[in-house]
């Protein structure tokens, strides 16, 4: 008979157990369909970075390019954003500075705030009971009395 709060074990010897290996990944695309429209910002260097502290002004030798996807009704467009990267050009040694990256809602800045905006309003407002119809003339909501 067991007493309260105790308990048996029991233990049991297995043979060698071995661990499959994860497949490996699949590199993803990260490029927007290329079909659309793009248009092209390119960010101000804030004054502080554009002056190395012992060589004087910084000289952009690139961009760093982020496209993120919008939705302008009717339409899809992409916006690449062109993030410089400055250096000095007397010595490499003070290395490479770069403006700061725009924040958007996902990591990567790969979808604008419209894109969201898109899918809340197809996921919801088509939906509801008490939003209009869809009508030109303007017509009452549902459920109003005539």
């Known amino acids: 008979m067991l007493r309260r709060g105790s308990r048996t074990r029991r233990e049991e010897t297995i043979q060698s157990y071995e661990r499959r290996k994860q ?3 699949k590199p993803r695309n990260e490029q927007l369909p290329a079909h659309l429209p793009r248009y092209e910002v390119k960010l101000p260097v804030p004054a502080d970075l554009q002056v190395c502290p012992t060589h ?3 000289e952009v030798f690139g961009f760093d390019w982020q ?3 919008e939705i302008v009704p009717p339409k899809l467009v992409v916006r690449r954003t062109g993030i410089p990267k400055l250096a000095c050009p007397k010595d ?3 290395g490479v500075v770069e403006a700061d990256r725009p924040v958007g809602l996902v990591e990567g800045n790969r979808y604008d705030t419209s894109v969201a905006a898109e899918v809340i309003v197809a ?3 088509y939906h509801c009971e008490r939003s209009p119809p869809p009508s030109p003339c303007g017509s009452r909501w549902r ?3 005539r």
């Open 67 to 69: 496209e993120t996807l």
């Open 123 to 125: 996921k919801h407002g």
């Open 23 to 25: 497949a490996e990944k």
């Open 56 to 58: 004087g002004e910084r």
């Open 143 to 145: 459920g109003a009395s």
């Open 92 to 94: 490499p040694e003070c």
